[in-house]
């Protein structure tokens, strides 16, 4: 990982490019209007044949508009999206801005943009920004639908900068607005880039012809899909940041099998409301206490299911099972955070208690957990199953996570309104592991093994297990 001086030193010096290049504005740098699209000309053609409107259905859920880009290069180019849904039921639609887009579906380059929920029989918008380099052929925006039941029809309204740009030319009115978020991002951001320069070069070029906050919300996701971070997000003034998916708490089921296993299965928890949580906590553990009253020689933890906006109850709940006191950490560029837990209470190292059930002594389990996981084992999930790795006697057993560590990404609120998600802490298992890709099973389980409530795979393992260390416990 590159230190956080030499980040610093870097965001500096493309500020300081920045501003000399706004030093000389060209002529026209604050001025736009309305621009005539014309149909791309030996690329891919649109699916009307001027490109004002596109129309998704379930028969055709991806469409393209693709314009000749050649009267824009070296200028801004702004679309204003309107999707309108004539359906009964919600539909997402994905835009995509595409340059020089190929007839197998690639292009020399694609923007994502966030995914509208189009409301029924209602309309959305999305803005959008592109800087249109000199050697472009075409630009286009690429629409892609959740199979919508009742057709979408998409309209588009372009806007072109009256002046040219050379790259890193900039209005001088927005740079302070693209530092503050390029630095916010760059110093926050937790995982290592290969090569900063190349991503500065990349905001450099992305933020040419800015104006205004929409250019600094395309710059910035140019930004982060060129160093694959998935996680983070940027929303304009006035836009909702993604929206978290809505949990429905479950309580934990619990059993105990004929061959002295003990089975407990988590599912979705809302952690929003302090006291509820701290009762589902209360509950899980005092599960668990009567399960290991009846001295069962392993246990099967079922995270499929679980998730949750904090780990915290979770872990402290599950204390026995884990066999620390050090059983993770949070790991961000100011450093690491060790999760410590221990008898019912959860904290960082050196730090007050996340969570503290109170419960009376009880002995730590150290025999074997076989723990199951899954594309469901998500957010506080997954922070769970990380705290597994590592310990003795231990196997994950199912399909890869999710893969979103929603904890992990941190919301800036800017001086100019855009909000801006920094991915600023990843988890480490107690070996010292960093976590940056979804978790993997140590047994992959395939079609029926995989939904079993009981993994014929994963209790041979434990029974197995137990019997080659019957010193454990």
Do not use: Y
């Not at 503290?356 to 957010?379: K, M, S």
Request: with cysteine.
């Amino acid at each position: 990982m590159k230190p956080k001086r030499a980040l610093v030193v870097h965001c500096n010096t493309f500020v300081a490019a920045l501003s000399l290049a706004a030093a000389l504005p060209p002529a026209g740098a604050a001025s736009r209007s309305p621009c005539t699209p014309r149909p791309a000309e030996g690329g891919v053609a649109s699916q009307a044949a001027d490109a004002p409107a596109v129309r998704l259905d379930a028969a055709q859920p991806t469409a393209l508009a693709n314009w000749d880009a050649r009267p824009w290069q070296r200028r801004r180019v702004w679309i204003a999206l309107e999707a309108g849904n004539a359906g009964d039921a919600p539909a997402l639609v994905r835009p995509e801005m595409v340059v020089d887009a190929r007839a197998d579906g690639h292009a020399a380059e694609v923007l994502v943009g966030p995914t509208m929920a189009v409301a029924p029989h209602a309309r959305a918008t999305q803005r959008m920004a592109l800087f249109v380099p000199d050697d472009t052929k075409t630009l286009g925006v690429r629409l892609l639908a959740a199979a919508p039941a009742q057709p979408v029809v998409a309209t588009f309204a372009l806007e072109c900068s009256d002046g040219r740009f050379d790259i890193g030319e900039t209005a001088p009115a927005i740079v302070p607005a693209l530092d503050e978020a390029v630095k916010t991002w760059f110093n926050g951001f937790v995982d290592p880039l290969s090569d900063p320069k190349a991503a500065l070069e990349t905001v450099r070029a992305l933020s040419s012809g800015a104006q205004d906050a929409t250019d600094v919300v395309w710059t910035l996701r140019g930004l982060m899909q060129s160093v694959n971070d998935d996680h983070g997000f940027i929303v304009g003034p006035g836009e909702q940041p993604p929206a978290r998916r809505t949990l429905v708490t479950r309580a934990p089921e619990f059993d105990l099998t004929p061959d002295g296993i003990a089975v407990v299965r988590l599912h979705a928890v809302d952690t929003s409301a302090d006291a509820a949580a701290l009762a589902w906590a209360a509950s899980l553990h005092d599960g668990i206490a009567d399960l290991a009253a009846h001295h069962p020689h392993a246990w099967i933890v079922d995270l499929r299911d679980h998730d949750g906006d904090s780990p915290w109850p979770s872990l402290a709940a599950l204390s026995t099972l884990l066999d620390g006191p050090a059983v993770g950490a949070t790991v961000s560029r100011r450093g690491n955070r060790p999760w410590i837990v221990d008898r019912g209470v959860v904290r960082f190292a050196g730090e007050p208690a996340l969570v503290d059930l109170q419960p009376p002594p009880e002995p730590t389990f150290r025999g074997p957990v076989a723990v199951l996981i899954g594309p469901d084992t998500r957010n506080a999930g997954e922070d769970v199953a990380v705290a597994f790795r590592g310990r003795a006697h231990t196997r994950f057993f199912g399909a890869t996570t999710a893969g979103f560590p929603i904890l992990g990404v941190v919301a800036h609120r800017l001086s100019d309104g855009t909000t801006l998600g920094v991915l600023e802490t990843r988890d480490a298992d107690r070996t010292g592991v960093v976590q940056r890709e979804p978790l993997e099973p140590d047994t992959l389980l395939k079609d029926g093994a995989a939904a079993a409530a009981l993994p014929p795979e994963a209790v041979a393992w434990v029974l197995d297990e137990r019997q080659a260390d019957s010193s454990v416990r």
